[in-house]
């Protein structure tokens, strides 16, 4: 058994928080476990490759639980209220398998099937709205793909309508932190706020899940704590939106950049649940799991992570892994996708996975019906990225029609 030396993985490529698979590529070549300097200047230990992946993902000695395990403020800063952090994402069982219990029971296939009508009604809304713009032009980050799924989960919820804003502005902060002050401010706003929520839905509840969460109890008489509410919101809140905003915005990008597969599938939208796995695996809205913590010294791949080091899955690189995929370097809306770990892999599987793919949907038949000459309108190369590791995505997507 081995260490590794760091590797800097913005020496490797400047360019790569836009392009970041050539040097998982180079990465997964040498080896499934690499020691890295991340594209914000923090060191962490890096799992690549799609059978690495699969099993660091199930391997319990790689915790999330690093409000019992570890410290919490070298991955987040909170502030010193960790509430946003009491989620299920955030822990091991049995802790996890009690919230996602207790959750999962109110976040049911047949309401997240009961949302379709209503996901239709408001991709219909914005982009009515998006074509009456007289210039034929649009940010369809911020006309399409962030409304709709923000909506649909704030819907869900029930968080009131006026301060939708302010949760884009706080979800934006909590993935990609433009700085460590704006990070603690998003969440000790996002805290309050939720706090606050829930005292008046306990005291009014409503049809919503938020309401449902706060009185759901189970066969023992088990609920969900007042900390254990706001971090379940929080995590519901961002998870829900984020996933199919990127979704949509890498979605439409990989199709933009292969005029072929976007021909093929505007002749041919039946081709759309194909599609829309494949542009998961191609370029998903995750490109790393959320860090987890080495609870004692891990071997794999014949290299020792030490414990106590955070490790990130790199699943943006399982799959565009060769092993796995037959030339996966292509974009094909025909592959036979199924196999990526796009949602994650084992007990942290996204639970919201169904919704995503549902508004996915709706909202790409729809824009493709609707807009037959939809084309990016700038220059790929000029996009602005999200920073960091987590989420994968552009905060703009300029079209014209």
Sequence with gaps: MSTRPIVDLLQLS??????????????????????????????????????????AFNDPR????????????????????????????????????????????????????????????LTDELLD?????????????????????????????????????????????????????????????????LGELIVAKRERPGDDLL????????????????????GMSVLLLIAG???????????????????????DLRADLGLLDGAIEEMLRYDGPVENCTARLALEDVEMGGVTIPAGSPVLIAMADADRDPARFKDPDRFDIRRDARGHIAFGHGLHYCLGAPLARLEGRIA??????????????ADEASLPWMSGMLIRGVRRLPVRW
């Excluded at 392009?19 to 590529?25: F, G, I, T």
């Excluded at 909590?174 to 309050?192: G, H």
């Design 129 to 193: 709205a998006m074509l009456a713009n007289g210039t034929r032009q649009a940010d369809l980050i911020a006309a399409f793909a962030f409304p709709l799924p923000m909506t649909v989960i704030c819907e869900l919820l029930g968080v009131p309508e006026l301060d939708r804003d302010a949760f884009r502005a706080w979800s934006n902060e909590m993935v990609a932190p433009s700085s460590a002050e704006a990070e603690v401010l998003a969440y000790t706003q996002t805290t309050a706020y």
């Design 62 to 121: 790689l915790s999330r639980d690093w409000l019992r395990s570890g410290d919490v403020s070298s991955i987040v800063n909170t502030g010193g209220d960790d509430s946003a952090l009491a989620h299920m994402l955030m822990s091991d069982p049995p802790h996890h398998t009690r919230l996602r219990r207790l959750v999962a029971r109110e976040f049911t296939p047949r309401r997240v099937a009961s949302l379709a009508p209503r996901v239709q009604q």
């Design 211 to 230: 309401s449902a969460m706060i009185h759901a109890v189970d066969e023992g008489g088990d609920r969900l704590s007042p900390a254990e509410l706001v």
């Design 241 to 263: 939106h984020e996933t199919t905003v990127n979704l949509l915005g890498n979605g439409l990008r990989a199709l933009f950049n292969h005029p072929d597969q976007l021909a």
């Design 364 to 377: 790409l038949h729809t824009l493709l019906e609707r807009c037959p000459e939809l084309a990016l309108d």
């Design 14 to 55: 400047p360019d790569f928080v836009r392009d970041p698979y050539p040097v998982y590529a180079r990465l997964r070549a040498e080896g499934p476990v690499h020691r890295v300097r991340d594209s914000d200047g923090e060191e962490k230990w890096l799992v690549v490759g799609h059978e690495a992946s699969r099993t």
